[in-house]
Nanobody
Framework: QVQLVESGGESVQPGGSLKLSCLVA????????MGWFRQVPGKEREALGC????????FYVDSVSDRFTISRDLIKSTIYLQMNGLKPEDTGTYYC????????????????????????????WGQGTQVTVSS
């Protein structure tokens, strides 16, 4: 059974850092585009970034591109979201998600430009981990 389990969320002061983890089970990271999303109550789920399983390339939305970094450890079947310079507006529930991509055109990153930020493309989701940025 495919599972994604996020962890690492906690309360932190503005300017601080956190590293979130997403442990995956029963699938191969290299076959997926892996996304990180954030949601606050009353708002739509917001894409933050994507890691292409085939080549490891990463993509980010502008609002976090200079502060957040996605990485992976294939041996541990885990992807990470390193967040630096946290701001109160980064508060929310953070989700990782997996988009099956193995059948896509070879030679292109699995995180398809203009599409990876659409939450409806993703097939599997974790349960989320809460991040609170407050003084």
């Amino acid at each position: 059974q495919v599972q994604l389990v996020e962890s690492g969320g906690e309360s932190v002061q503005p300017g601080g850092s956190l590293k979130l983890s997403c442990l995956v089970a029963e699938f191969t990271l290299e076959y997926y585009a892996m996304g990180w999303f954030r949601q606050v109550p009353g708002k739509e789920r917001e894409a933050l970034g994507c890691l292409s399983g085939n080549d490891g390339s990463t993509f980010y939305v502008d609002s976090v591109s200079d502060r957040f970094t996605i990485s992976r450890d294939l041996i541990k079947s885990t992807i990470y979201l390193q967040m630096n310079g946290l701001k109160p507006e980064d508060t929310g529930t953070y989700y990782c998600a997996a988009d099956w991509a193995r059948s896509r055109t070879p030679g292109y990153p699995f995180c398809t430009a203009g599409l990876w930020n659409n939450s409806r493309r993703y097939d599997y989701w974790g349960q989320g981990t809460q991040v609170t940025v407050s003084s």
